[in-house]
T-cell receptor, first 116, second 113 residues
Framework: AQTVTQSQPEMSVQEAETVTLSCTYD???????LFWYKQPPSRQMILVIR??????QNATENRFSVNFQKAAKSFSLKISDSQLGDAAMYFC?????????????FGKGTKLTVNP | EAQVTQNPRYLITVTGKKLTVTCSQN?????MSWYRQDPGLGLRQIYY???????DKGDVPEGYKVSRKEKRNFPLILESPSPNQTSLYFC????????????FGPGTRLTVL
């Protein structure tokens, strides 16, 4: 079964600085999808960024970018110019290839604190 | 407003008393799913539904049932709740499949005594 590992239960960053959250996954598939979701204190889960494994280019959404290392099965999230509103739980998630299982597998999450 | 709604938002119940948590979306989404969130365990998928005809188990389906009689609704049923089902539950929907952006409901905090 696929597994998603987030090795950092907690991280902290100074406002305006850059922080990187780690995620590794285990799969035997060559095509799949990876996601980062954010859960602020309001508990509302929001998609941050999405990466399709067959795309070489790392996904970027404004201050959020990923470092997708397919061979290493690594999918880290970089937050640039951190803001107080970035404080949240961040979950990495994996979904297999099209036509396969519709399951979504999430990691255990990383709690990010942003210090003013 | 496009949204996923869940009811109730908070529930305290006792072991063995059947309960249903409702989930409804107004975005005409095909895919719907239930997750539970526990400290230190992240989100774990309980059940998902591709459409009104297809429902399948996630990673932790034991003790839960679901029903998808209409596209917009996907209730989670606990026939005989136990204390280990005390958790924060989220419903989510997406346009077609789980490759699409998941839109989550606000969560239901369930306590089983």
């Amino acid at each position: 079964a696929q597994t998603v590992t987030q090795s950092q239960p907690e991280m902290s960053v100074q406002e305006a600085e850059t922080v990187t959250l780690s995620c590794t996954y285990d799969t035997s598939e060559s095509d799949y999808y990876l996601f980062w979701y954010k859960q602020p204190p309001s508990r509302q889960m929001i998609l941050v960024i999405r990466q399709e494994a067959y795309k070489q280019q790392n996904a970027t959404e404004n201050r959020f970018s990923v470092n997708f290392q397919k061979a290493a099965k690594s999918f880290s999230l970089k937050i640039s110019d951190s803001q107080l509103g970035d404080a949240a739980m961040y979950f990495c998630a994996y979904r297999g290839p099209e036509g396969g299982s519709e399951k979504l597998v999430f990691g255990k999450g990383t709690k990010l604190t942003v210090n003013p | 407003e496009a949204q996923v709604t869940q009811n109730p938002r908070y529930l305290i119940t006792v072991t063995g008393k059947k309960l249903t948590v409702t989930c409804s979306q107004n975005m005409n989404h095909e895919y719907m799913s239930w997750y539970r969130q526990d400290p230190g365990l992240g989100l774990r998928q309980i059940y998902y539904s591709m459409n009104v005809e297809v429902t399948d188990k996630g990673d932790v389906p034991e003790g839960y049932k679901v029903s998808r009689k209409e596209k917009r609704n996907f209730p989670l049923i606990l026939e005989s709740p136990s204390p280990n089902q005390t958790s924060l539950y989220f419903c989510a929907s997406s346009l077609w499949t789980s490759t699409d952006t998941q839109y989550f409901g606000p969560g239901t905090r369930l306590t089983v005594l």
